[in-house]
């Protein structure tokens, strides 16, 4: 260890001074409050964006295909195409419309997204196998699932009686057409959306109810795990042609995601603020050490220690409490987020849930986001010490010792 770090390790380990001791303890109280706070938000924006993101995808297809005229007619030709394309693991129909649902209970009904999916899905989509449970029937009459916030409004459970209405085209125009079915499950995945508003049921029953037999509106695209998002989407719209459009979730979610990042970006901001305040403690700390310490500070003078030397003692000094602030406060950021996904200790009921799309938030954190706390942090420490070292390293043998 070089001298101007030992000198320092031995002033931040044993200051001579109470009030230097205080003013030290609250330079690292005040930058373990500054990152705590910083990992906490950091932890939470990330978490949120991630959980969202992983629900979105997995209660979805990563590429949507639906045709300019209605209904596709020519589906098995079109899945075919497809299917065939490069990068796409699995492309499955979807019937996809809204219904009004009412019940014995709920006579007035609630307005649903309702979607036809094939069961045969849910082998290789946990949410979807969460949600169709063991098939949409029971006891073998045919049925919907339903999620939890949805058959709470309509006083509803497994087994319950439904009306499903939708809106048909026939040759006198657009009416309504209505068929009974009974709730296969109740589900609940976490994302609010699904639970208060979709209503799922079988492709084929779908298809029987808007009278679309051996057709669809939506064909969903899973891609293999490596399979780029863009350029498949782009195969997908030349392989299928001008009649039909095609769109992926991140350009469905995009404003919000990016949304999600400006906030995210704008918090570290502000919290920053937090560690930037919490270095005049560092400053004062420098200050009032260099002014106990002038008659040491002489007397290495006089021995032939250079300012560049004296400077660096007390840089070294700003940067021990900078680091140890940091690391200690990085050290319980981390904690506080494990408790606070394993217990879920921030979750929202229905009418929160509604806004924020989600009724529990994980906080992850990724050693990205704390490599950049910690760079931020110790940096800010950093320049807090130039000032105080360099008034230091100004400092007069003569003048020194003389104060003594």
Known sequence: MSLPRTIAWRYFRRPTDRLISAAGLASI?????GVLSLVVSMALMTGYRLDLERKLRAGNSEIFLYSFRGPI????????????TQGVAAASPVIFHQALVASERSPGGEQVMLKGVDTSRAAHSPMLARIADDGFS???????????????????????????TVATRSGEGIMPRARPFVVANVYETGFHEFDASWCFLDINDARTLFDMQGSANLVEIDLNANADLDATAAQVAATTGDQFAVTTWKQMNGQLFSLL?????????????????????IVSMLVMTAHEKRQEIGILSSMGATPSLIRRIFVWYGLLVGVGGTAIGIAIGVVACWILTKYELISFGPEIAQVYFVSSIPFVTRPADLALIAAFTVA?????????????????????????
Not at 29 to 33: A, T
Not at 392 to 399: G, H, M, T
Request: charged share 20%.
């Open 261 to 281: 990042e400006m906030q995210q970006f704008i918090l570290f901001i502000v919290l920053g603020l937090i560690v930037f305040v919490s270095t005049f403690n």
């Open 138 to 164: 029971h006891d073998g009459v045919k049925g919907v699932a339903l999620g939890r916030y949805l058959a709470e409004r309509l006083l509803v459970g497994p087994g319950d009686a439904l009306t499903v």
């Open 29 to 33: 109280i005040g930058l373990v409050i």
């Open 73 to 84: 007619e020519n589906l098995d030709e079109t899945l075919g195409a497809v299917r065939r």
């Open 380 to 404: 800010v420490s950093l320049l807090a010490s130039l000032i105080p070292s360099a008034r230091a390293a100004r400092l007069s043998p003569i003048e020194a010792l003389r104060h003594e």
